[in-house]
């Protein structure tokens, strides 16, 4: 009987050795990016842009992700692991990959290490990365180290509108200028539009609520009156897909940050992979697991408290309460 239950004790701790060095090489990836230096300023929108001119053919793909955050330590990690499959997207060379797009809170705050932090993440991107401001950037740090924040482009068959709301709504000449780019895109197979702060309400359940404003709406409608395939945005943390008047509106916002949503309302680890086939557009949501150290240290403790919550109620906790008000 002692003999036995020494086992059992011997099998306990070699279990436990291997969880605490499985949890541990989880963290290892972060050594190196710590270490090194962030990449040129010169890689930025505008010469990413550049890079897509000589592409052609009607068969392509691109990859779509936002919200990474750039500098604290649990974003960080969780992005590397994104970089680290959405590099592996082309291993099988049948679709190439032409550019990543990024749909803004690239950054943690305004701070200069924050945006040095995100240049070492464009660095481990193997592909051309086109990037949209986001709410949480500093301007000018934004404009010298990333580029321009409102601009449009071509690759192959398609037109790329990327408009700037990070900073709340979209303005009255920002709308002159978004109808003469969507005009311009009617030379184009397909119409796709990036901006980071979504035209619709993504999640009741959460207090941000932009589909309620007017610039959302107009938004909208001028993407249903000229045939936008796509629009992506972020902003709100989670992956969420709606066909609103034929077009379809992807938030994708997993991109590193700490999840708040549920993981079965759309709060997980996320990258968008958008294929474009001549006439047909389709995407595919690749849903990363988070580094093993921070589900032991976050993601389980989050997924736990809504398990409880739903014993007795429902709803975000994150948020605000919502009440019903009957007349």
Same mark, same amino acid.
């Given at each position: 009987?002692?003999?036995?239950?020494?086992?059992?004790?011997?099998?306990?701790?070699?279990?436990?050795?291997?969880?605490?060095?499985?949890?541990?090489?989880?963290?290892? #990836?972060?050594?190196?990016?710590?270490?090194?230096? #962030?990449? @040129?300023?010169?890689?930025?929108?505008?010469?990413?842009?550049?890079?897509?001119?000589?592409?052609?053919?009607?068969?392509?793909?691109?990859?779509?992700?936002?919200?990474?955050?750039?500098?604290?330590?649990?974003?960080?990690?969780?992005?590397?692991?994104?970089?680290?499959?959405?590099?592996?997207?082309?291993?099988?060379?049948?679709?190439?990959?032409?550019?990543?797009?990024?749909?803004? =809170?690239?950054?943690?705050? $305004?701070?200069?290490?924050?945006?040095?932090?995100?240049?070492?993440?464009?660095?481990?991107?193997?592909? @051309?990365?086109?990037?949209?401001?986001?709410?949480?950037?500093?301007?000018?740090?934004?404009?010298?180290?990333?580029? $321009?924040?409102?601009?449009?482009?071509?690759?192959?068959?398609?037109?790329?509108?990327?408009?700037?709301?990070?900073?709340?709504?979209?303005?009255?000449?920002?709308? &002159?200028?978004?109808?003469?780019?969507?005009? &311009?895109?009617?030379?184009?197979?397909?119409?796709?539009?990036?901006?980071?702060?979504? @035209?619709?309400?993504?999640?009741?359940?959460?207090?941000?609520?932009?589909?309620?404003?007017?610039?959302?709406?107009?938004?909208?409608?001028?993407?249903?009156?000229?045939?936008? =395939?796509?629009?992506?945005?972020?902003?709100?943390?989670?992956?969420?897909?709606?066909?609103?008047?034929?077009?379809?509106?992807?938030?994708?916002?997993?991109?590193?940050?700490?999840?708040?949503? @549920?993981?079965?309302?759309?709060?997980?680890?996320?990258?968008?992979?958008?294929?474009?086939? +001549?006439?047909?557009?389709?995407?595919?949501?690749?849903?990363?697991?988070? #580094?093993?150290?921070?589900?032991?240290?976050?993601?389980?403790?989050?997924?736990?408290?809504?398990?409880?919550? +739903?014993?007795?109620?429902?709803?975000?906790?994150?948020?605000?309460?919502?009440?019903?008000?009957?007349?």
């Amino acid at each position: 009987m002692d003999g036995k239950r020494d086992r059992m004790i011997t099998w306990k701790k070699v279990i436990m050795i291997l969880i605490v060095a499985m949890v541990v090489y989880s963290f290892l #990836p972060l050594i190196p990016f710590w270490i090194m230096g #962030p990449g @040129p300023n010169g890689d930025n929108n505008q010469t990413n842009i550049k890079r897509l001119e000589d592409n052609k053919g009607a068969y392509f793909s691109f990859i779509v992700f936002g919200d990474n955050r750039s500098g604290l330590v649990f974003n960080d990690a969780s992005t590397l692991k994104l970089i680290w499959h959405m590099n592996r997207e082309d291993r099988f060379r049948k679709v190439p990959i032409d550019f990543v797009l990024n749909t803004g =809170d690239v950054t943690l705050g $305004e701070e200069l290490a924050h945006i040095k932090a995100y240049k070492k993440i464009q660095k481990l991107i193997k592909y @051309p990365l086109i990037t949209v401001f986001g709410n949480h950037e500093n301007v000018k740090l934004f404009e010298e180290f990333v580029g $321009e924040r409102q601009f449009a482009f071509a690759n192959r068959n398609s037109y790329f509108i990327i408009a700037d709301n990070g900073e709340g709504s979209i303005e009255e000449e920002q709308f &002159e200028w978004l109808e003469k780019q969507l005009k &311009e895109g009617q030379k184009y197979k397909h119409i796709f539009v990036a901006m980071h702060k979504p @035209p619709f309400n993504p999640y009741q359940q959460s207090w941000k609520n932009t589909g309620k404003e007017e610039w959302a709406y107009r938004v909208g409608k001028l993407c249903e009156k000229y045939n936008v =395939d796509m629009v992506f945005s972020g902003d709100v943390h989670m992956f969420k897909h709606e066909n609103l008047g034929g077009v379809d509106y992807i938030v994708t916002a997993g991109g590193g940050i700490l999840m708040e949503i @549920p993981e079965a309302d759309g709060g997980y680890l996320h990258y968008t992979r958008v294929m474009v086939n +001549n006439d047909y557009v389709t995407y595919e949501v690749r849903k990363i697991s988070p #580094p093993l150290w921070l589900h032991v240290t976050y993601y389980f403790s989050k997924e736990a408290l809504y398990w409880i919550r +739903n014993w007795y109620g429902s709803g975000y906790i994150f948020g605000r309460n919502t009440k019903i008000i009957e007349s």
